[in-house]
Structure formats: C-alpha cells, structure tokens
C-alpha cells in the first residue's frame, strides 16, 4: 500500500513562498504522476500541479492556468519525494493541499486525465497553507 504524506503549509503573507513536500512509500514505481490538489473552504477540490516520471521516458510537468509561472512541481528520486514550490502566493492560493499519486499514468494521458480527481488512486491527508493580506 503506497502512503503519502505532506508537509510544509503554513500561514504567509502575500507576495511570500512556500514550498511544500509529499513523501511517498510503499512500493517501487517504474512509472508513475504525482500531482498536487487543493481545497478551499466551501470550494471543490482542484487540480494544481502535476509531475509523471518513467525510467524510460523522463519527465513531464503539467501546470492549472492559476498557478502557471508561480508554481514549480519537482521530484527527488533518492528521497522519494515531491515537491511544490509556491511562489508569489496570493489569499487565493489559501487551501489544504493534497498530494495524490496515480501508478496507472501515461504519458499519453489527456489534459482532462491529468486535471480529473478521480484519476488518483493514492492521497495523502492534506497540509494547510493560508494566505494573508
């Protein structure tokens, strides 16, 4: 069973980064998306970021419009870790955040496969970040 657990919200100003951190375990993956969501209060959960990674094929990112050029989403492999590092964060950027991973990805994957929640059969518990003015 894989387990993911982040790390790294907490309360900021606006105009400040974070960077958050989602460690992963359980099993060994030769392909495999990682991709952050978030929640805010009385909202739906949305996608942010996403990172899928193949031993064979490399790397691809996939960014929500809303955080394109603020967000970054890397990994460590000898840490088994992803990251989000969130720059010129906004009050709207307040949310629990979620990593959540998926060992059925593909490259081929659409936009909308990526984007979808129910995509991800593995989460985490979520890290709070708050935004202030």
């Known amino acids: 069973q894989v387990q993911l657990v982040e790390s790294g919200g907490g309360l900021v100003q606006a105009g400040d980064s974070l960077r958050l951190s989602c460690v992963f375990s359980g099993r060994t993956f030769s392909q495999y998306r990682m991709a952050w969501f978030r929640q805010a209060p009385g909202k739906e959960r949305e996608f942010v970021a996403a990172?899928?990674?193949?031993?064979?094929?490399?790397?691809?990112?996939y960014y929500a419009d809303s955080v394109q050029r603020r967000f970054t989403i890397s990994r460590d492999a000898s840490k088994n870790t992803v990251y989000l590092q969130m720059n010129s964060l906004k009050p709207e950027d307040t949310a629990v955040y979620y990593c959540?991973?998926?060992?059925?990805?593909?490259?081929?994957?659409?936009?909308?496969?990526?984007?979808?929640?129910?995509?991800?059969?593995?989460w985490g518990q979520g890290t709070q970040v708050t935004v202030s003015t």
């Open positions: 990172i899928t990674w193949s031993v064979l094929s490399g790397t691809s990112t």
């Open positions: 959540a991973g998926d060992p059925y990805a593909s490259f081929r994957d659409t936009a909308i496969t990526i984007k979808t929640e129910g995509t991800y059969v593995d």
